[in-house]
């Protein structure tokens, strides 16, 4: 392992040449009302989670910096956007479906082309591996065409006029007004375009502020944005939350809050405006998805199956499972399996071909797991995988801490990283009463083939989490299954189809079936004179 540390981080030249950087980017653009404005003010610094050699002394690189704008400066993207709307009468929200879908496609293919320079700040900003990086983006582009295909189906189910009663009437989806959209730092070009596209696929209006780590990766973006759309239907704002976001959501005019990160954050936000009831949102929150391990199993589907979910993109991920019971007939054998598949996983940089352990990019994040694994064996467990919790720099060796117990921190704390608790259980009343009493409830894994316990553990948990898995990892797709949570881990729900409706309010167009209305609503859809009365099928 000493060794492994000391070679972890290269000499600069030995980056491959596809994946070096060039000089530190400094930027100041930001996307306002259809113009990319330049910031004269603050910059902050964006550091890499990787560090390089130079002279043989270790050293984190600067990626470059971006902009820390003021509120005032943020009050001009959401006064552009609160303009582009224009309470319902502008041209994006009064767009026919078919022209925004046109629009929307444009920018797709301009964000194709940008794949290779998003992708190495994807490696470089998050420490995510190549592999990771390049499905990250290509999943976002089939996400954008899923989206573009299923409001193509909803606008032709609402083509067609019902008669209930002697009432004539077409049932349409509006948008709902200014959208704040904000994403996480794990997946943040992902997470966060599976709100900011139907948000303005809907024909809302938009700010949005790239996560906190990420945030050099939207600047190749920029002009597609800003050529794709009308002014003032997407701006692009930087800056800390506390400064710019909090005046964007106390001015009361958001009306949709689309954010990815934690219950805390979310709440303060929400608590800032003025009009909390007309306030929409659509929130992916804390987990702490639980893996549970029944003593008649197939103990090698549910290791690799509780590996991956552990420690895919080293733990950082919502979706993660993050801490395992284990029944006592099957732990040892569970932990020697386990143990043994995690000394394959290959830790280096990001490019490196097959890699699967990288650095983290938060910073204080490695004194943060010290902390849990520290406390956690000071109270009995013991890290059981050799190496287990040795770090350098940004980097740290997961830790396979066990048992684990109800008094240890990492037993309730979302870790977030490369920590795996093991709880070993006897009763399984203790894991049902675990899941009962958690403030989160997004998902859970049962791994086991008794299909009397399995169905009975599936009715218990079906009111306490979003999404039970059997004998797999917890997950978010396919993109076209829905993804929510309960208590502390969400609100609202989020897929292809369900985003479509969490961004618009379904209006209904309604008349008494009678001669004279019957002509009126005719000549309206004949001589096109609305864009939302419409008979038009969408191809």
């Given amino acids: 392992m000493e060794s492994l540390l000391d070679n972890l981080y290269p000499n600069a030249a030995d980056v491959p040449q596809a994946w070096q950087l060039g000089a530190p980017l400094e930027q100041r653009d930001y996307l306002v009302g259809g113009e990319l404005r330049h910031w004269d003010g603050p910059l902050a610094t964006v550091r890499s989670p990787v560090w390089l050699k130079d002279n043989g002394q270790e050293q984190q690189v600067v990626l470059g910096h971006a902009p820390l704008l003021d509120a005032d400066t943020a009050m001009?993207?959401?006064?552009?956007?609160?303009?582009?709307?224009?309470?319902?009468?502008?041209?994006w929200p009064n767009m026919r479906v078919a022209e925004r879908i046109g629009h929307v496609e444009a920018f797709l293919a301009r964000m194709r082309e940008q794949r290779q320079a998003v992708v190495k700040l994807l490696m470089w900003e998050i420490g995510k591996n190549l592999a990771d990086s390049e499905k990250e983006f290509d999943r976002t582009c089939d996400y954008i065409n899923?989206?573009?295909?299923?409001?193509?189906?909803?606008?032709?189910?609402?083509?067609?006029?019902?008669?209930?009663?002697?009432?004539?009437?077409?049932?349409?989806?509006?948008?709902?007004g200014v959208a704040l959209c904000m994403g996480p730092y794990n997946y943040p070009l992902n997470e966060t375009f599976t709100t900011l596209?139907?948000?303005?696929?809907?024909?809302?209006?938009?700010?949005?502020?790239?996560?906190?780590?990420?945030?050099?990766?939207?600047?190749?973006?920029?002009?597609?944005?800003?050529?794709?759309?009308?002014?003032?239907?997407?701006?692009?704002?930087?800056?800390?939350?506390?400064?710019?976001?909090?005046?964007?959501?106390?001015?009361?005019?958001?009306?949709?809050?689309?954010?990815?990160?934690?219950?805390?954050?979310?709440?303060?936000?929400?608590?800032?405006?003025?009009?909390?009831?007309?306030?929409?949102?659509?929130?992916?929150?804390d987990a702490k998805n639980p893996g549970i391990v029944?003593?008649?199993?197939?103990?090698?589907?549910?290791?690799?199956?509780?590996?991956?979910?552990?420690?895919?993109?080293?733990?950082?991920?919502?979706?993660?499972?993050k801490i395992l019971f284990v029944h006592e007939d099957v732990v040892e054998a569970f932990l020697d399996k386990f143990t043994r598949k995690l000394a394959t996983l290959k830790p280096g940089m990001p490019w490196e071909p097959g890699v699967a352990l990288t650095p983290l990019p938060e910073p204080g994040k490695i004194d943060y797991l010290d902390g849990l694994v520290h406390d956690a064996t000071?109270?009995?467990?013991?890290?059981?995988?050799?190496?287990?919790?040795?770090?350098?720099?940004?980097?740290?060796?997961?830790?396979?801490?066990?048992?684990?117990?109800?008094?240890?921190?990492?037993?309730?704390?979302?870790?977030?990283?490369p920590v795996v608790p093991i709880?070993?259980?006897?009763?399984?009343?203790?894991v049902i009463d675990y899941v009962l009493?958690?403030?989160?409830?997004?998902?859970?894994?049962?791994?086991?083939?008794?299909?009397?316990?399995?169905?009975s553990l599936i009715d218990i948990f079906a009111n306490q989490v979003g999404r039970i898995n059997i004998n797999t990892q917890c997950q978010r797709g396919p993109d076209t299954y829905p993804f929510n949570g309960r208590k502390n881990s969400a609100e609202g729900t989020l897929s292809v189809h369900d985003a479509l409706r969490v961004f618009s309010i379904r209006?209904?167009?309604?008349?008494?079936?009678?001669?004279?209305?019957?002509?009126?609503?005719?000549?309206?859809?004949?001589?096109?004179?609305?864009?939302?009365?419409?008979?038009?099928?969408?191809?």
């Fill in 423 to 430: 709880v070993p259980y006897r009763d399984l009343q203790t």
């Fill in 76 to 91: 001009t993207a959401l006064d552009a956007a609160v303009q582009a709307y224009d309470k319902g009468r502008g041209a």
């Fill in 146 to 176: 899923e989206t573009i295909n299923a409001l193509k189906d909803l606008d032709r189910r609402s083509s067609r006029f019902e008669l209930v009663q002697g009432t004539l009437g077409q049932i349409r989806r509006a948008p709902l």
């Fill in 378 to 417: 000071d109270k009995g467990a013991r890290v059981v995988n050799e190496h287990g919790g040795r770090s350098r720099g940004s980097f740290f060796y997961p830790a396979l801490l066990y048992p684990v117990s109800a008094q240890m921190r990492v037993y309730q704390e979302e870790q977030f990283g």
């Fill in 294 to 321: 029944l003593p008649r199993v197939d103990l090698d589907n549910a290791v690799e199956q509780a590996l991956t979910g552990a420690l895919s993109f080293n733990g950082q991920r919502c979706t993660a499972l």
């Fill in 197 to 285: 596209i139907p948000a303005l696929i809907m024909g809302n209006t938009v700010v949005f502020k790239p996560a906190k780590f990420g945030v050099l990766l939207i600047r190749p973006l920029l002009e597609a944005f800003r050529d794709s759309f009308p002014p003032g239907v997407i701006n692009v704002i930087y800056g800390k939350g506390r400064e710019t976001v909090s005046a964007v959501m106390a001015s009361g005019k958001v009306d949709v809050f689309a954010f990815i990160g934690t219950h805390k954050a979310a709440s303060d936000l929400k608590k800032l405006h003025p009009r909390p009831h007309r306030l929409r949102a659509a929130l992916g929150l």
């Fill in 437 to 455: 009493d958690s403030d989160y409830g997004q998902q859970l894994s049962l791994f086991g083939n008794d299909p009397a316990t399995v169905g």
């Fill in 507 to 539: 209006t209904l167009v309604a008349t008494r079936f009678e001669d004279d209305n019957k002509a009126l609503f005719s000549d309206i859809i004949r001589n096109r004179r609305s864009s939302f009365l419409t008979t038009d099928y969408i191809f």
